[in-house]
């Protein structure tokens, strides 16, 4: 164990903040999750005694007839945010009083850093250059997950779970932002942040970093584990195999949707439903391609003159 | 002046002398009595200040503990105007907004005012960047402290706007009517990041220029515009035209690339950012104040649209 390596990582002043992120992650995950097994709750008992839910005021904090509903911004809430303000405020200042940000030697390019990481927000997209060739890395996953978070608003159905936590009522769009929010991004930003060292070879957390070291690493590519050598062969091979990952996984999708979600279901366009197939599953294919990658050591699946997958 | 003859003005003179002993005697005997008085007016008017015209040019109403001054302090106030007069008693409650769109807004302030003090000490070139940053650090009276806290809310701001989104989608506050409101809040996602990225490469030292290296050499793939994505050589696409070279200007990352980054990060980008947070910030209020804490639903409440 590497102790000194594993602390040079961590307090770099760069990586501090992601130091800093996992705990506040936690924390208001916490506090979400808090909240949405009160209103569940709530929610349940509501539906099995209709008497109580007219009259109930539906919400898990405390209520009495005569409080007000609604109260003043002056002062109430403009006092919180002058507090929020002020807190805000004194860490930044701690934070800047004790910790230097960084400043390495002038820029060289004849000297290359290594490893050369991007700022660590984005190191995520980094870590998938590892599985994918960087036209998708690099071009491809920003824009699918910026016009994937901007369509949810329009293809996620549901009327429930707006203005509360809750996590009965929401359990596949909850589950499908988790996975793509904490999985997919955050846990790759982690990887990319305190597990790659020089090489963006795998370094595990107090494991002395090695300059020198190199990995033999044999990969292949599917096409040829089914010995398919004609360029033509394999650029028909690759299409057949990501088309039938959409086309199986669409339909393994389908049938579970429609068992579990029989009223998103019945309530989604066509459109809406191709539409939300698509993004679920091209983030199962990230944990896909990295499992044969990882597995098997299979670098590309789909061969073409143009471009690989 | 015309000449005056023997002593005929005498009397007059006398007189004129008399005259003034006089009023300069009412002058003391009013300054005496007067300024007194006045001085206690005075400070009677000092211990209600908002009745003196100064502040009623400033403030349009009274600060009486009423309603309608409440209300209107916060209506008639163009920085606080943003805020209804009255909310929802709940949604005060740290515990559901996390407050993290308000931190997010309040960073940017904090970079803003940061980053304009910083650009005193700067000069987007190469040698001078490098060096300027060593001055800061080194030599400018809290320069270090600046170009820390200027770093740190970046880094901050980055967290608080993504755990202001991940707050919005676990309250279900994109649904109906604010799925637009969400879709200014991705794009406002993509600038804040764009915003921290180009200020990484500034200080021109070897963390900013391999992160930026590493970060443009993905353009170089981009399908169809970049030199080595796919189909760029059949759309002619080479170092020297593709979109890298766009987003560099040049081949490699060097002075056109550090005036580009600084132009985008000082100017550009904050633009368009401001901007969106003005739209944000306007529909928040017109979709209806924040969506919460709401009352919680029935499934068998739910009015499935007729089709
Ligand atoms: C520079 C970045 C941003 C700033 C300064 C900002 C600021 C704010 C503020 C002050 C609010 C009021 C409620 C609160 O504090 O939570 C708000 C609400 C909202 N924001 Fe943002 N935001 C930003 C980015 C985003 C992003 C990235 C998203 C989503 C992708 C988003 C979506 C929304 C939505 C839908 C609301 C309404 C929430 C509700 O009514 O409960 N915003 N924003």
């Given at each position: 164990m590497d102790w000194r390596q594993l602390w040079e990582i961590?307090?770099?002043?760069?990586?501090?903040?992601?130091?800093?992120?996992?705990?506040?992650?936690?924390?208001?995950?916490?506090?979400?999750?808090?909240?949405?097994?009160?209103?569940?709750?709530?929610?349940?008992?509501?539906?099995?005694?209709?008497?109580?839910?007219?009259?109930?005021?539906?919400?898990?904090?405390?209520?009495?007839?005569?409080?007000?509903?609604?109260?003043?911004?002056?002062?109430?809430?403009?006092?919180?945010?002058?507090?929020?303000?002020?807190?805000?405020?004194?860490?930044?200042?701690?934070?800047?009083?004790?910790?230097?940000?960084?400043?390495?030697?002038?820029?060289?390019?004849?000297?290359?850093?290594?490893?050369?990481k991007a700022p660590w927000y984005f190191l995520g997209l980094q870590e998938m250059l590892v599985y994918f060739d960087p036209w998708i890395a690099g071009v491809v996953m920003p824009t699918l997950i910026i016009v994937g978070l901007m369509v949810i608003p329009y293809i996620d159905t549901n009327p429930l779970g707006s203005g509360y936590y809750t996590w009965k009522q929401r359990k596949f769009s909850i589950g499908t932002f988790l996975f793509g929010f904490i999985i997919l991004w955050i846990a790759m930003i982690i990887i990319g942040t305190f597990i790659r060292g020089p090489g963006w070879q795998w370094f595990w957390p107090g494991q002395t970093w090695d300059h020198n070291r190199l990995i033999y690493e044999v990969n292949r590519d599917l096409p040829d584990l089914f010995g398919i050598t004609s360029n033509l062969g394999k650029a028909i091979f690759g299409g057949i195999v990501?088309?039938?990952?959409?086309?199986?996984?669409?339909?393994?999708?389908?049938?579970?949707?429609?068992?579990?979600?029989?009223?998103?279901?019945?309530?989604?366009?066509?459109?809406?439903?191709?539409?939300m197939m698509f993004f679920v599953l091209s983030m199962v294919a990230l944990p896909a391609k990295m499992l044969l990658r990882l597995a098997w050591h299979i670098k590309y699946v789909w061969i073409t003159p143009w471009f690989n997958v | 002046m015309p000449e005056e003859n023997g002593n005929g003005n005498n009397g007059k003179r006398v007189g004129l002398l008399e005259r003034v002993k006089a009023g300069v005697k009412e002058d003391v005997q009013s300054l005496r009595s007067d300024m007194p008085a006045k001085a206690k007016e005075q400070i009677e008017g000092l211990k209600d200040p908002t009745k003196t015209q100064v502040y009623t040019s400033i403030f349009r109403h009274k600060h009486d503990d009423t309603p309608r001054n409440r209300a209107l302090g916060v209506l008639s106030n163009v920085f606080l105007h943003l805020h209804p007069a009255k909310i929802n008693r709940d949604a005060v409650r740290y515990s559901y907004t996390w407050g993290m769109g308000g931190i997010t807004f309040y960073l940017f302030i904090v970079l803003t005012l940061t980053g304009v003090m910083l650009m005193f000490y700067y000069h987007p070139s190469k040698v001078q960047a490098f060096r300027d940053v060593l001055y800061l650090e080194h030599d400018v009276p809290f320069g270090k402290l600046l170009r820390n806290m200027h770093r740190w809310a970046a880094h901050l701001m980055v967290i608080a706007v993504w755990l202001h989104m991940f707050r919005v989608f676990l309250t279900g506050s994109y649904k109906k009517p604010r799925e637009f409101n969400w879709n200014i809040g991705v794009l406002l996602l993509v600038f804040t990041l764009l915003l921290s990225f180009t200020g990484y490469l500034l200080p021109d030292d070897q963390l900013g220029f391999w992160a930026v290296t590493v970060g443009t050499n993905m353009a170089r793939a981009t399908p169809g515009l970049g030199n080595e994505g796919p189909f760029g050589h059949m759309l002619g696409m080479t170092p020297y035209n593709d979109v890298r070279f766009g987003l560099l200007g040049g081949s490699i990352v060097d002075a056109n690339a550090l005036l580009r980054s600084y132009i985008w990060h000082c100017i550009g980008i904050p633009i368009v950012a401001s901007v969106l947070m003005i739209v944000h910030f306007w529909r928040v209020r017109k979709d209806g104040g924040i969506s919460g804490p709401a009352a919680v639903m029935l499934a068998s409440e739910v009015k499935e649209p007729k089709k």
């Open positions: 961590c307090s770099a002043p760069d990586n501090v903040p992601i130091v800093g992120l996992i705990p506040l992650l936690i924390f208001y995950i916490y506090l979400a999750w808090k909240q949405a097994r009160a209103n569940d709750e709530l929610i349940g008992q509501l539906e099995t005694n209709p008497a109580m839910a007219k009259t109930h005021h539906r919400k898990s904090w405390p209520f009495r007839p005569g409080w007000q509903k609604e109260i003043h911004v002056w002062p109430f809430l403009l006092r919180m945010e002058f507090l929020v303000a002020m807190i805000v405020t004194i860490i930044l200042m701690v934070w800047s009083i004790t910790l230097n940000a960084p400043l390495e030697e002038p820029a060289n390019p004849n000297l290359t850093m290594n490893p050369a990501v088309g039938g990952f959409y086309a199986v996984g669409g339909f393994i999708m389908h049938s579970l949707f429609r068992r579990y979600n029989p009223k998103d279901y019945k309530r989604m366009s066509l459109l809406q439903y191709s539409i | -």
